[in-house]
């Protein structure tokens, strides 16, 4: 009888394996396949010309320098509102909040908004940026939007990070006579840095990929302006410029080059995760 279960046990087990291999292999195979295609297909329609021109109708010229901008501007702008936002509240609800249902209902309302589409998101921003508060279609009403989309994000990620910190070094702080905010500040924030800023890294990849919450407040323009002005103005970002130059002009080769550019940026963004994680994980060990 035991040399039946055991038999069987072992089985088991191998099938396991067998599948979680089979599984392992067709996700990095799907993966494989899909940046190959990307990169295969737009790199070579990349040229310096297409990067640092704008659009011309009149001679029929493709550029998406105004695109680029529009990216980086919406990415700057939100993240300089969502960071503040959402760190201040991770600490404030694990160092200072004392109503334990009130955290936990934060909690489930931020992992619940995680969760709802960005379509609806852009529909939200659309109506209430866009129209209530008279901003029209741009490019702040869109960071603006993606903050809000973001902000659960990186509440979370900030508020486990926190936790990551031992109590003891608290305690050992608030012993030698340290206020709240001086622990805060020297003890707890060095100590959880790195997930607070991989949090933050990932956010920028959101951002980066993002289109369908963008279609709704941001606009579709290509026009070249600075900061200031962009903010105030519509403007396509790379994944919204993507969206145009596939579906509404069928011009697949710029549409190939701009999806190259995103996928490098994502793996860039994740690749400064990682080594950004690495780094203070050496410098804590040390």
Not at 153 to 182: D, I, M
Not at 251 to 274: E, G, R, Y
Request: aromatic residues 8%.
């Amino acid at each position: 009888m035991k040399n039946g279960l055991s038999t069987s046990r072992k089985a088991y087990g191998i099938a396991m394996r067998i599948l979680m291999c089979l599984g392992a292999t067709i996700t990095l195979a799907l993966t494989a396949f899909l940046i190959a295609y990307v990169l295969k297909n737009g790199l070579p329609s990349i040229t310096w010309k297409l990067l640092s021109t704008k659009p011309s109708y009149l001679s029929d010229s493709i550029g998406i320098l105004p695109d680029i901008l529009n990216t980086l501007y919406i990415v700057v702008a939100a993240l300089l509102i969502v960071l503040p936002l959402g760190v201040g509240a991770a600490i404030y609800l694990n160092e200072y909040a004392t109503n334990k249902k009130l955290v936990s209902a934060i909690e489930y309302a931020a992992e619940t908004l995680t969760g709802i589409p960005s379509i609806i998101y852009g529909l939200v921003g659309m109506l209430f940026f866009c129209q209530f508060l008279n901003m029209q279609t741009s490019l702040i009403a869109g960071a603006l939007t993606l903050a809000i989309m973001n902000l659960p994000t990186v509440l979370r990620t900030t508020q486990e990070s926190l936790k990551t910190v031992p109590q003891n070094y608290r305690e050992g702080a608030f012993g030698l006579g340290a206020g709240k905010w001086h622990v805060v500040r020297t003890v707890v924030l060095p100590g959880c840095v790195d997930g607070i800023l991989t949090g933050c890294i990932l956010s920028v990849g959101r951002i980066l990929g993002e289109s369908a919450a963008l279609l709704f407040t941001a606009g579709f323009a290509h026009e070249l302006n600075n900061f200031i002005h962009g903010l105030d103005s519509a403007g396509a970002t790379l994944t919204v410029a993507l969206y145009v130059y596939a579906k509404e002009q069928g011009d697949f080769d710029v549409a190939f080059a701009i999806a190259a550019i995103l996928m490098l940026l994502a793996l860039l963004v994740n690749l400064a995760a990682a080594l950004v994680s690495r780094h203070f994980r050496r410098e804590r060990e040390r």
